[in-house]
């Protein structure tokens, strides 16, 4: 594969949000915003990477949400060090589409995002449903 650049992001501190509303279905948004940092690498890089998730992860699209630590996985041995950056657009896409202030994502991985939203959600009445 070619070599990849991704374009950084001038960012701010991003909070994790206090409220979740139970209308938030993150696992959507978390695929959407994968969707469309993978589109930022090129048109014909999306397809392929979907691709070798099912091949060699047995992991689809729609089973992201539930499986990260796999996605995380696929992507670093796909992207090597720029799966980083990757990884780093992914959350602040997706802080975007589920409408929270975007900041800073430097410091906050996919992972990290997701434990932090699961425990808010748990302490909330509201829940983010990821699938």
Known sequence: MTSLH????SL??????SQITPKM????????AVDEVLEM?????????????ENRFRLAKDQIPARPGVFLTAISSL?????????????????????????????????TMYLQLQQRSTESKSHVRWI
Request: contains cysteine; proline residues 6%; positive net charge.
């Open 79 to 111: 992207f090597g060090a720029a799966s980083k950056s990757l990884e780093q657009n992914i959350v602040k896409r997706f802080y975007a589409k589920m409408g929270f202030p975007t900041g800073s994502t430097e410091n906050l991985s996919l992972r």
């Open 6 to 9: 991704i374009e950084s992001m």
């Open 25 to 32: 279905n993150a696992g959507i948004c978390l695929v959407e």
């Open 41 to 53: 690498v090129g048109e014909q890089v999306r397809p392929l990477v979907y691709g070798y998730l």
């Open 12 to 17: 701010t501190s991003t909070p994790v949000p």
